[in-house]
């Protein structure tokens, strides 16, 4: 690897592997378990950069983004989220009133989301080298119950929050000036996370699949336990309209990010009252398949026929600038 490509951000393959050499420069523990956030003690710690393109989708902007992304990843680990900071990077030129849209829109999803934005910083650079604004986040989240990758084992349940690819598809609609009923499905996860914390559901890992959506979720957890996972084709659930995009334009819709949807592995006895709790926040969600004892480290794709395949991780550039 000679020169950063634009699949190095696509959540693929590529990325994983950019991501490795990057964590062993630095050899350390925490950073290894591949959390989205870091678990500290009792607290959680998550950084996130938002480059969205284009900044402002269908209800849904850059700043709204920024937000969720940054507290979502703290929620995945089991914490709540608590505090923001907030650093800007604009391009001379940028409207101020489209700056104003996207800071009202942050201010909205930290009252939503009951975090403080406690600090920040904010850059110009010249125009034509900024491409409108970038954002970053920061989250730090108090740990009600510390979930990680590293308690992936076979026997549990997988399950999803919601139907699949709304926010790649809300991207690709968007910038293909096309007429479809296609939103993000950006939103913060605290309501359905904490429902599940609470009611003491025996969670062992929770991811939101954002870049390289569900595939890069299971690949990754395959590699990080050593385990075969079986997914259930039928039982994934996907909207007509994201069908229809991703056949117009030739994308697996599982391979589509998403900004409001998780994925989770439970202990088997608690499946039917985690789907509970969700199908209350999403009529859609399911649960989609399982973790095998075979040490083979697949994701394997059974259709209604029984037929398999392997769904392998996104390769490739993907959809850049999605988040």
């Known amino acids: ?22 964590f062993s420069i630095f050899d350390d523990d925490i950073l290894k378990q591949a959390n989205d956030a870091a678990i500290l003690e009792d607290i959680a710690f998550s950084t996130d950069s938002f480059v969205l393109n284009p900044i402002f989708l269908k209800d849904t902007n850059i700043g709204k983004l920024a937000v969720c992304g940054s507290v ?25 009133d489209k700056l104003k849209t996207i800071l009202n829109s942050i201010k909205d999803e930290c009252i939503k989301a009951d975090v403080k934005l406690v600090c920040g910083d904010t850059k110009v650079v010249p125009k034509n080298k900024g491409d409108g ?45 096309l007429e479809a009923n296609i939103q993000s499905d ?28 569900l595939s890069a979720v299971l690949n990754e957890w395959a590699i990080l336990s050593q385990k075969e996972i079986l997914i259930y084709e039928e ?8 069908l229809g995009v991703c056949e117009l334009f030739g994308y697996e819709p599982y391979e589509l990010a998403n900004e409001g949807t998780f994925i989770l592995c439970v202990e088997k006895e608690d499946e039917m009252k985690a789907l509970e709790i969700l199908q209350k926040f999403n009529k859609n969600a399911s649960i989609i398949g399982k973790i095998n004892s075979n040490n083979n480290a697949k994701v394997i794709l059974e259709n209604a026929y029984g037929a398999k395949r392997f769904l392998e991780a996104p390769k490739g550039e ?6």
């Open 133 to 177: 604004i970038y954002i970053n986040t920061s989250c730090v989240g108090k740990m009600i119950k510390k979930i990680s990758t590293k308690d992936i084992k076979e026997n549990l349940s997988i399950l999803v929050s919601r139907d699949i690819g709304a926010h790649g598809c809300a991207v690709l609609v968007e910038r293909n000036n």
């Open 186 to 213: 950006c939103k913060n996860l605290k309501d359905e996370v904490l429902a599940l914390l609470n009611a003491n559901i025996k969670i062992k890992a929770m991811r939101d699949a954002t870049r390289g959506g």
């Open 72 to 96: 979502n990843d703290v929620l995945m680990v089991g914490a709540k989220p608590l505090y923001l900071s907030l650093a800007l990077i604009l391009e001379e030129g940028f409207e101020i």
């Open 1 to 22: 690897m000679d020169k950063i490509t634009l699949a190095h951000g696509g959540g693929g393959e590529e990325m994983n592997a950019l991501i490795g050499e990057i």
């Open 235 to 242: 039982k994934i659930p996907i909207c007509d309209e994201v």
């Open 318 to 323: 993907l959809l850049p600038r999605i988040c």
